[in-house]
């Protein structure tokens, strides 16, 4: 596959000097380096959210867990007008994630060294909360809640979830002020299988206990 026919025209430069980075980075957070097969692993599979119209439209993103920065480098690119923040805990992560949006030139990107939940100014001021191999949906939606304004949606990238993940989430989700707004199937490559985006819209305010304690969503799940 190529950027150009993944990526929306002005976002292919930017890319294309991410995935070069990439390659040769040893930091970079992915075993996906070829970027010929990070057009499509990473590139392709990030933007496959712009069909959910509440992607496509954001103005202020916040990535949680980005690592190698997918999805948040590739919608900051195909976005420019919106602001993506990359949540990242891991300070290594972090370094190269500024390196990587200063090859790229994007300057709608920015990168918080900080836990998804210790991050007191991102609380209230996203319209979208996006996270890709970060933890269990319940935990995702945890995270994500209190970083929203109401209105706003939070999508997380999925390979096959079990019934019961899908269960523990929408228990969750009632408890942060959340909703279900569906599952959706995406084939971002030839031959991926089970990606999926599970999407929420954040439609009541979310109980001011939220962010519990760092680490607290993962030992005692909600739902
Ligand atoms: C498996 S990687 C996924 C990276 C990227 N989203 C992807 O799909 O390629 C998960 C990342 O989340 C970070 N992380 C884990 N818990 C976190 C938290 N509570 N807040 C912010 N980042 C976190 C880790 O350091 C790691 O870089």
Known sequence: MKLSEVAPAGAVEPLAAILELQAHDVTASTTVRDPREAVGRHVADSLSALELPFVASATRIADLGSGAGWPGLALAAALPEARVSLV???????????RAIEVSGL???DVVNARAESWPEGIGVHDLVTARALGALAVILEYAAPLLIEGGHVVAWKGAASDEEVSAATAAAAILGLEPRGVVAVTPFPGARDHTLHAYCKIAPTPSRFPR????ATKRPLG
Request: charged fraction near 35%.
């Open 107 to 109: 300057e709608n990107a």
């Open 213 to 216: 304690r760092p680490g607290m």
């Open 88 to 98: 990242e805990s891991a300070i290594r992560h972090c370094r190269y994630l500024e």
